[in-house]
């Protein structure tokens, strides 16, 4: 058999079968010099690990695939039994005949942005059901002579919190649980360097993610005897899935990319990956948004709902979003513990309903939009005392609140069917919603669903996320210019897979802007600014001029009253929504440039990144200062992208003022000198423009 070679860009992934029929891998990604393969010369099979190994086919470590068939087998041997290849479609299926079980290995390489998906498809045709114990996306083996993890775990308001260190022997995992917010647990991302810690510019590093809005887990595994191969298990939690003969269980998609030169490359390919084959509209520039949330939390009424759009107009902000509190006319949405479910705006509040509150934006020269929470429901509303079966419940167990709400069970069709027609009556009433916040605020505890038969409850975990999905990719058909942001408590779901239907996410409601910062900071390794919605608030009582600061280096928006700004802090503001319409491009489409990352030895609380555009012609540079800096020392920001024969106008700004410094520099003394740091004071902010063009 000839070796199956997949590439995606620079890199491959390659596999061989031996004289049994087991599918080997024979390189992950640069193969290294001088690593054997089959046609080198007679090798022991263990020189080639398994590409996928099931259960019995080496018990010696966890296996990639394991079930129960219907007679009680567990032993697995699936040989190699086919090969197709349709333009970057691959497929490679393996079988075990005496289970009348095939598990189709998927690829699919994008080779313009070097990225590669991977999955698994398992089906089988024994007399009756199977039970799937484990069943991963990928498995592939890396050499790894020193790898070092970079993982991002937290919790609520402390999403992203980024932490590196050698891989050790042994096995290193990173899950998640609760099947509607796991990302707030730990994120589906990671980035793997090889051969030491990788800098943005220098050291191989793979990257990846696991595409799935459900609990995760991903195990890094070193093995005594080889310690130079790293093995990485990849994929969902399905907790025992039943699985019916001729139907097709498919794993989540892992997304793989590499560079061979540092971060930044690695980050430039996935931006464009996730612009070009995830979000929704990439190549859209997203607008200014002004939320109400904790401008109001639940206090407001039609009248201050138009005072507070007259005033995020004078902002310069163009979305106007109405958060919670909007609903309810049985049980009104006065707080927390009521409402949920019953998705008509409250006439108390806004007599008009909504879409005279779509036309007072447009009145101010907004768009309209507004937050939901369909998959939700409080035990007060109309909609639970009508449909108390429709929750996620064991039975017999008490049905425990929290945030005061129950989960709908969305494997019920008519569930389903509830939650899209919701949205659509909403977007069908107000014609003027141009936006919706899809926010989700509790997990999964008791894990039960009417619509699974006894035997196959634990199959919720798999088919919520897939149930969710459907509905998600109704809400998006039926309503194709409305633009959507994924958001649950927060940072909760923050994944590849489920940002297919969505436009941007919610990181965190934590919203302190050092914070803030760093975990923008993180995010950036894998998704775009213009995914990532980031608002200027109160918290913490903090500075605004540094907050819009910020939030500039991602998707501009406010949070805050309007009527609540000083006359400087509504200058500030006014002058970040001024600059930040002139560099939004730049910010939103450019290509990322990390300069000086936080906590950086040496760096004297200095952060910076850039923005570029075409050509590196044009470029924006945010610069930060986090701690108070002795101003008898020079520093500077590098320019590492400047092209030394051309010359640059540079504007420096602030936000406290409404002057620039204007200089004009080549580009030679740029990539020699950089810019100098203009900043000593804890928590300032300065912008540079500069523009060769």
């Known amino acids: 058999m000839t070796a199956i070679e997949i590439a995606a860009g620079e890199a491959a992934i390659s596999f061989e079968a031996d004289s049994d029929g087991w599918l080997r891998q024979l390189g992950f990604w640069p193969r290294p010099p001088g690593e054997p393969r089959f046609d080198d010369g007679p090798f022991p099979p263990e020189a080639f690990p398994l590409a996928y190994p099931a259960w019995g086919q080496d018990v010696s470590q966890p296996p990639a695939f394991r079930l129960t068939g219907h007679g009680g087998q567990s032993a697995c041997w699936p040989v190699l039994a086919g090969y197709e290849a349709s333009g970057n479609e691959h497929r490679i299926r393996l079988a075990d005949d005496r289970l009348a079980l095939t598990i189709d290995l998927c690829l699919r390489s994008h080779p313009a942005e070097g990225v590669l ?128 003969p001729g139907v097709v269980f498919a794993t989540p998609r892992m997304v793989w990319t590499w560079s061979a030169n540092g971060t930044q490359s690695l980050t430039h390919r996935l931006h464009h990956w996730v612009r070009g084959h995830v979000v929704r509209d990439g190549q859209q520039i997203r607008p200014v948004v002004f939320n109400t949330w904790e401008a109001t939390f639940f206090d407001f009424d039609h009248a201050k709902l138009e005072r507070m759009m007259t005033g995020a107009a004078d902002l310069g902000t163009e979305m106007f979003l109405l958060d919670d509190g909007w609903f309810g006319t049985g049980f009104p949405r006065r707080d927390d513990r009521a409402g949920l479910g019953d998705w008509e ?126 509905a998600m990719t109704d809400v998006a058909a039926q309503s194709p210019d409305t633009q959507l942001m994924l958001c649950a408590s927060g940072g909760g779901r923050t994944d590849l897979g489920t940002l297919r239907w969505f436009h941007e996410v919610w990181l965190s409601d934590n919203t302190d802007a050092a914070t803030r910062l760093r975990m923008q900071w993180h995010a950036s390794h894998f998704l775009p600014a213009q995914v990532i919605a980031a608002h200027v608030t109160r918290w913490g009582g903090q500075d605004l001029a540094f907050a819009c600061a910020v939030a500039m280096s991602a998707r501009f928006g406010f949070d805050l009253d309007p009527a609540s ?119 300032t902010a300065v912008i540079w423009l500069l523009d060769a063009s």
């Not at 308001?157 to 891989?167: F, N």
């Not at 429901?377 to 167990?397: F, I, K, Q």
């Not at 050509?615 to 610069?623: E, I, Y």
């Open 345 to 470: 705006a409250d006439p108390a509040r806004l007599p008009g309903g909504l879409s005279a509150l779509a036309s007072a934006a447009h009145r101010n020269g907004l768009r309209f939009g507004l937050w939901v929470e369909p998959e939700m429901v409080n035990p007060a509303s109309r909609l639970y005392r009508s449909h108390p079966d429709w929750v996620v419940t064991e039975p017999g167990r008490p049905r425990r609140e929290e945030r005061n709400q129950l989960v709908l069970d969305l494997c019920r069709p008519q569930v389903r069917d509830f939650v899209t027609g919701t949205v659509g009556r909403i977007l069908a009433d107000a014609p003027g919603i141009a936006y919706l916040k899809w926010d989700a605020n509790r997990d999964i505890s008791e894990p039960g669903s009417g619509a699974l038969p006894a035997d196959r409850q634990a199959n919720l975990w798999t088919d919520t996320v897939l149930a969710r999905w459907q």
């Open 565 to 683: 700004l000083s006359p400087a802090e509504r200058a500030a503001c006014r002058r970040a929504t001024a600059i930040y319409l002139e560099v939004r491009d730049l910010v939103q489409l450019g290509d990322l440039i990390r300069l000086i990352p936080p906590d950086a030895p040496g760096s004297a609380g200095r952060v910076a990144l850039g923005f570029c555009g075409l050509a590196a012609r044009r470029a924006v540079v945010f610069g930060y200062q986090l701690a108070e800096r002795s101003g008898n020392t020079a520093a500077s920001c590098p320019v590492p992208w400047a092209d030394a024969g051309l010359r640059y106008r540079i504007r420096q700004l602030t936000l406290t003022g409404d002057g620039e410094d204007v200089t004009e520099r080549d580009g030679a003394s740029l990539l020699t000198d950089g810019l100098t740091w203009p900043l000593t004071a804890e928590r």
């Open 117 to 244: 998906e991977q999955w698994a498809e398992i089906s089988h045709d024994q007399a009756g059901p199977v039970t799937v114990h484990a069943a991963a996306a990928a498995a592939p083996v890396l050499h790894a002579p020193a790898p070092w993890l970079t993982r991002f775990d937290g919790d609520w308001a402390a999403e992203w919190t980024a932490s590196t260190a050698p891989v050790p022997v042994g096995t290193t995992t990173i899950q998640s649980l609760g099947a509607v917010r796991p990302c707030l647990q730990a994120s589906p991302f990671f980035l793997l360097a090889t051969e030491g810690p990788a800098a943005e510019d220098a050291g191989p590093v793979l990257a990846g993610s696991l595409a799935w809005g459900g609990g995760m887990r991903l195990s890094f595994e070193r093995r005594v005897g080889q310690p130079e191969r790293l093995r990485i298990r990849c994929g969902h939690q399905p907790a025992d899935y039943v699985l019916d």
